[in-house]
């Protein structure tokens, strides 16, 4: 017994089936150079970049499963909707459709999973022999950031309205404004910088948001990460862990700026330190007490190096 051959209509809509995919895949493809953003940062360091993939790759599967999902709810509700008073056929225990809906989820977690273990890894890999180190401290309310040889670039803020910005202290000339309040953590771009992070009092939040990249400050803990930031460019940060009275200004910028011009910046600022009253050993190349709450007043404290 041979199958009974297509009605015409029914093999016109067959045909026009591939012709609608393509239609629909077709601008999905061709705008698939880049990767939609879906209102993140894709991420200013290699480091956060790969956290942006790993983001984009998870919403791109929400998709998937949630149209996937609305699709049967659309199916169920309209093709099995009640049509009289007689009661629907009744089944259970389709072993093959529980096994189904039990596995896929199954697997689409560790699919997710493994991929989100390999990105913290990359986040998390620290290179043997980093192009920069610097020693960032965080305190209430404000950041310090010591390069070698002295260079200590630091700003605290204990009045509203925060009186460090826009120039961004100890950092170079810096624009927008906007985004450059607070200190400066100047750092060679296309080159590997590693940030030795600690806090000099409560827990901190040293957070980039276009690094997609945040991690606490804490006292007596050292927490050591690599940046990469491949394009020269100004970055907003802040605290974000709330920490007292000026935790909200407790902001700072990150600068990052061709290699040879950050050498320039680096040797001035040295040659600077060095030349200043006292040279490198003077009291105010020391690291500074951080400002405790009993000291807040009006008046801001800053010192460049
Ligand atoms: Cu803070």
């Not at 999905?28 to 480091?47: D, E, I, M, N, W």
């Not at 290179?127 to 309310?141: M, R, S």
């Not at 803020?157 to 925060?162: E, L």
């Not at 060095?274 to 801001?300: D, E, F, L, M």
Request: with cysteine.
């Amino acid at each position: 017994m041979t199958a009974p051959p297509l009605r015409p209509a029914a093999t016109g809509r067959l045909r026009r089936w591939p012709l609608a995919v393509v239609a629909v895949a077709l601008p999905v493809l061709l705008g698939a150079c880049q990767v939609p953003h879906f209102y993140a940062f894709r991420g200013a360091t290699t480091q956060g970049h790969d956290e942006f993939l790993l983001y984009a790759g998870t919403f791109i599967a929400a998709i998937v499963v949630g149209g996937f999902t609305g699709v049967l709810i659309l199916w169920a509700v309209f093709r099995y909707r009640r049509r009289s008073e007689d009661m629907p056929r009744q089944f259970q225990y389709h072993i093959p459709l529980e096994l189904t809906y039990t596995i896929v989820p199954i697997i689409i977690v560790l699919v997710l999973f493994a991929f989100t273990v390999v990105t913290e890894n990359k986040m998390d890999l620290v290179v043997d022999h980093p192009d920069l180190v610097v020693n960032v401290y965080a305190f209430q309310w404000g950041w310090e950031f010591d390069y070698p040889n002295h260079v200590v670039v630091r700003a605290e803020t204990t009045s509203d309205p925060d009186p460090v910005g826009p120039a961004g202290p100890g950092g170079p000339s810096c624009s927008p404004a906007a985004w450059c309040q607070g200190p400066g953590l100047v750092m060679p771009a296309g080159q590997t910088t590693r940030i030795q992070l600690r806090s000099k009092d409560t827990i901190h939040g040293f957070y980039v948001p276009e690094f997609n990249f945040s991690r606490y400050a804490q006292p007596g803990v050292l927490n050591e990460f690599d940046f990469t930031v491949p394009h020269s460019g100004v970055y907003r940060a802040q605290c974000a862990q709330f920490c007292g009275l000026y935790h909200s200004l407790m902001l700072f910028h990150v600068v990052a700026m061709p290699p040879a011009q950050f050498r320039a910046w680096l040797s001035r600022e040295q040659s600077s330190a060095n030349t200043s009253v006292g040279g490198p050993n003077s009291p105010q190349n020391q690291t500074t007490t951080p400002t405790t709450p009993s000291t807040v007043n009006n008046t801001a404290a800053r010192s460049s190096r």
